[in-house]
């Protein structure tokens, strides 16, 4: 993509994000409102990839070998994925089924680079049981806290646990995920290269810009703009996440990711209350940019009013009014 090499003539603010020891999920006492502030990288130190995952699936997994394993699970005839053709940034008009995705990964002579970065599993519970959000995700997902307790499965929005498949060269372009939620990101076999811009209040203007003048060039078929630029503000950080890796992306982060060897990755949208505002700010820019129902989580405003009801209305019978002082004492 242009966008490595104007990375690779310009001088900007590179950071490199240090690699973390995965143990420290499992510490639920762990300070992890730093890990919320900017870009994580964790990694295991051992032969699985992540905890939950079965010891039929190793480090040394092949992308097709991972997927004849979870093959069970899909209905191999089923049209449900949507394919991104990379070269020209725009999903393709007839769906893919299982079986396609992986005679498309097994071929040695692949006709085009396609990428699939949207099949939600939350519905599939033989297959997530393999795998695991970090704890401390968890702790504080509003979905998992709020949304699941004495729920049916049909009234909250499944965002929790994607599926994502991507061989070698597969380009996501730079976006903010839905509504400014963070990410949780595990690599189960292959190689991710990502680019996280900090999202200062002028990285979010030049980004809404930046969108609205790619979407006209994709109409007119003119070449679309890198979005790195020397005006950017604050950092740009970088990861190299391997097998078993895991990244955590903070609410609003303008993100690239580059595909280095053919991938599987699961991971997870959350929102929390200690990204209120920047959730807040990225809703608002996408009714500003008319994003279609599909790049957003359904069913946020009801999300948002889950979170209202807990932590201020639940909070309330803590509290003691004194009519005097006129004020809340807790």
């Known amino acids: 993509p242009?966008?490595?090499?104007f990375l690779q003539k310009e001088k900007m603010?590179?950071?490199?994000?240090k690699i973390q020891d995965a143990t420290n999920f499992k510490e639920i006492e762990y300070p992890y409102r730093k890990w919320l502030k900017k870009p994580n990288h964790f990694r295991v130190n051992n032969d699985l990839v992540c905890p939950k995952l079965d010891a039929h699936i190793k480090i040394n997994d092949t992308a097709s070998g991972f997927f004849k394993k979870i093959?069970?699970?899909f209905d191999p005839l089923s049209k449900k994925l949507e394919m991104i053709d990379v070269k020209h940034g725009c999903i393709i008009n007839s769906k893919w089924n299982f079986k396609?995705?992986?005679e498309y990964f097994e071929s040695t002579d692949r006709n085009g680079i396609y990428n699939q970065v949207s099949l939600e599993i939350s519905n599939m519970e033989n297959l997530i049981a393999m795998f695991s959000a970090p704890n401390f995700v968890k702790n504080i997902d509003w979905i998992r806290t709020l949304c699941l307790l004495g729920?049916?499965?049909?009234?909250?929005?499944r965002i929790h646990h994607y599926l994502l498949t991507s061989v070698k060269e597969s380009f996501m372009d730079f976006h903010i995920d839905m509504n400014g939620s963070s990410i949780w990101y595990n690599i189960i076999v292959g190689q991710k290269v990502l680019c996280l811009v900090e999202p200062t209040t002028k990285n979010i203007e030049y980004y809404k810009k930046w969108f609205k003048e790619n979407e006209s060039n994709r109409i007119n078929k003119k070449e679309l703009k890198c979005f790195l630029s020397p005006t950017l503000d604050g950092y740009t950080y970088f990861v190299t996440a391997i097998t078993g890796d895991t990244v955590i992306i903070p609410s609003g982060y303008i993100h690239a990711v580059y595909t280095a060897a053919d991938s599987i990755v699961i991971g997870g949208n959350f929102f929390h209350t200690l990204s209120i505002p920047m959730q807040i700010t990225i809703t608002d820019m996408e009714d500003e940019l008319d994003i279609k129902p599909g790049g957003r989580c359904p069913s946020f405003s009801t999300l948002c009013l889950c979170a209202i009801h807990f932590f201020f209305i639940n909070n309330l019978k803590d509290c003691n009014y004194d009519s005097k002082k006129k004020k809340l004492s807790y």
Do not use: A, R, T
């Open 151 to 157: 729920k049916q499965d049909k009234e909250y929005p």
């Open 13 to 17: 603010k590179k950071h490199i994000i």
């Open 71 to 73: 093959k069970q699970y």
């Open 2 to 5: 242009n966008c490595l090499s």
């Open 100 to 102: 396609q995705l992986l």
